[in-house]
């Protein structure tokens, strides 16, 4: 008799500090230990800018604009010196527009040329690498890129006021 009351107690005690465990708050240090812990991005203020990454998840070299770009060759249409250009190098991307300027068409080719893609405000494409985002509108004059994948596929873009 004895064994059974030992038994049950120690279950009552089990469930009584899991219970406890689950309605205690969760530190952000405890958080960022466990297994699942995988690094979150969270979006950015709205600064007006596209932004372009050359890895996903916002990784490797970055340049940002905040009007409409003809050509990602080179550094001149960018808001930021360093940046060497990113034609054909995204696979990551951000709209961090205002309202008014709240949508981007990414395009083929240059002098927003060929197909295009539309990121609206405050969206973001983390990797462009799996394929998901194609270029998904042409035009009846120029439909080269149509169908492809972004990823390393982007020559320039334009604000538009919606997708």
């Not at 969270?42 to 932004?51: E, K, P, S, V």
Request: glycine letters at 12%; aromatic letters at 10%; one cysteine or more.
């Amino acid at each position: 008799m004895r064994g059974k009351k030992m038994k049950k107690m120690r279950l009552f005690a089990a469930a009584a500090a899991t219970a406890l465990a689950v309605s205690l708050p969760v530190t952000s240090a405890q958080a960022a230990e466990g297994p699942a812990a995988a690094p979150r991005l969270a979006a950015a203020a709205a600064d007006g800018q596209l932004h372009a990454w050359e890895h996903a998840y916002r990784g490797g070299d970055h340049c940002y604009w905040t009007g409409s770009s003809r050509h990602w060759d080179g550094l001149k249409e960018t808001s930021q010196p360093g940046c060497g250009g990113m034609r054909n190098r995204a696979t990551s991307l951000e709209n961090r527009g205002y309202e008014g300027v709240d949508a981007v068409n990414l395009y083929w080719d240059i002098d927003q040329e060929g197909a295009w893609a539309c990121l609206s405000r405050g969206d973001m494409w983390m990797d462009l690498a799996l394929g998901w985002e194609t270029f998904s509108h042409k035009s009846w004059l120029n439909s080269g890129g149509y169908g492809e994948s972004l990823h390393d596929n982007i020559s320039s873009h334009q604000w538009v006021e919606s997708c």
